[in-house]
């Protein structure tokens, strides 16, 4: 299964990137840029609850899906040791369904690009675009096109609370120009007392976006009143410097 993120990756993902690390200022722009919601709010790829739990605690009202029941398990988790109970389900973007409308949808941190293939993406901003009050609002970050261009062999290395040491081994192994599409290969190895006890392949696939593509997807799909962003600074215009690009839309 593409994109997957069985144990392993899912232990690695929780070590990497635990509940409210920041690599910039992304909890505090998003939480700046949610403050007026009094509605309820749905984080599609939920993860470990890593975004989930900080607007949690800045009062608003979040829910979220995520397709892996592992990284479902550790968001659970992790909520509850904080008294926090949303509702979270097992879902996939290409058919996710809520009877309920939402004030916001947020998808941070490049979530977006797990989807490969662009007609599916198309029918995912149409599905965000039906799920979504009048006015209420879509706010996705994308990785710059820069990002996928890097083909090199990346080894990664995590202790464990319990002793193990947590490896993974990332290979680009396909890129398609025309598809705008990377494919990975991510090992992930568990050692203990110098053996391997444990080991998954994930096939991990990426879409990049050119910025005025994007901008186009959006409007096809029903939205307006975009605004388009600089590492998490509302408003300034992306530059090639730039790490993250947001893009934050009203449904009309």
């Known amino acids: ?149 890097a083909n090199q062999v990346r080894v990664r290395s995590w202790p464990t609370e319990d002793g193990d040491l947590v490896t993974l081994q990332a290979q680009q192994v396909d890129i398609d120009h025309i598809a705008q599409r990377k494919v990975s290969h991510l090992r992930y190895e568990r050692w203990r007392d110098t053996r391997l006890i444990e080991t998954q392949l994930e096939l991990f696939t990426l879409r990049w976006w050119g910025l005025n593509e994007f901008e186009l997807a959006l409007k096809a799909a029903g939205f307006g009143d975009i605004v388009i962003s600089g590492s998490h600074e509302y408003g300034r215009a992306p530059t090639r410097e730039d790490w993250m690009i947001t893009f934050e839309a009203r449904r009309t």
């Open 1 to 149: 299964m593409n994109n997957r993120y069985g144990s392993l990756a899912a232990l690695v993902y929780d070590l990497d990137k635990p509940v409210g690390r920041t690599f910039g200022r992304e909890i505090e722009f998003y939480r700046s840029r949610l403050a007026d919601c009094r509605g309820p709010v749905l984080e599609p790829g939920v993860g470990n609850g890593r975004f989930l739990i900080p607007l949690l605690q800045a009062g608003l009202q979040v829910e979220g899906f995520d397709a892996s029941e592992e990284m479902l398990e550790r968001c659970r988790a992790h909520c509850s040791e904080r008294g926090f109970s949303p509702r979270l389900e097992r879902m996939r973007f290409q058919d996710f369904a809520y009877a309920d409308r939402f004030e916001a949808i947020i998808v941070p941190f490049g979530s977006f690009q797990l989807i490969g293939d662009f007609d599916e993406a198309l029918a995912v901003l149409g599905r965000f675009h039906d799920h979504l009050m009048p006015g209420g609002r879509l706010i996705v970050d994308l990785d710059p096109i820069s990002d996928f261009f």
